[in-house]
């Protein structure tokens, strides 16, 4: 069973920072992306930034050059750095992990979401 522990939500004022982690654990063979989606109220969820084993990025335009994902591989871990932050950025944040090798094939995992406010 695998499963994806998500932290460093909150609330922030506008132009402040968080630091979002996503650790996976359980049987892990290895995994080929890792990323943060997020829902904002009344709106479809949204992908904020990707990375996988090798190490490329991808960003949406709303957050290049505010956002910073990077990855963990021994750790199964994600983070996701945020500054500069609007209030446009509220919303849940989920922690996908894309083609995880485990026990009897190759599954995509979703964590619970964490809550990022940005608000004076």
């Known amino acids: 069973q695998v499963q994806l522990v998500e932290s460093g939500g909150g609330l922030v004022q506008p132009g402040g920072s968080l630091r979002l982690s996503c650790a996976a654990s359980g049987s892990i063979f290895s995994i080929y992306a890792m990323g943060w989606y997020r829902q904002a109220p009344g709106n479809e969820r949204e992908l904020v930034a990707g990375?996988?084993?090798?190490?490329?990025?991808n960003y949406a335009d709303s957050v290049k050059g505010r956002f910073t994902i990077s990855r963990d591989n021994a750790k199964n871990t994600v983070y996701l750095q945020m500054n500069s932050l609007k209030p446009e950025d509220t919303a849940v944040y989920y922690c996908?992990?894309?083609?995880?090798?485990?026990?009897?094939?190759?599954?995509?995992?979703w964590g619970q979401g964490t809550q990022v406010t940005v608000s004076s």
């Open positions: 996908n992990v894309e083609r995880a090798r485990v026990f009897g094939g190759v599954r995509d995992y």
């Open positions: 990375i996988t084993s090798s190490g490329s990025t």
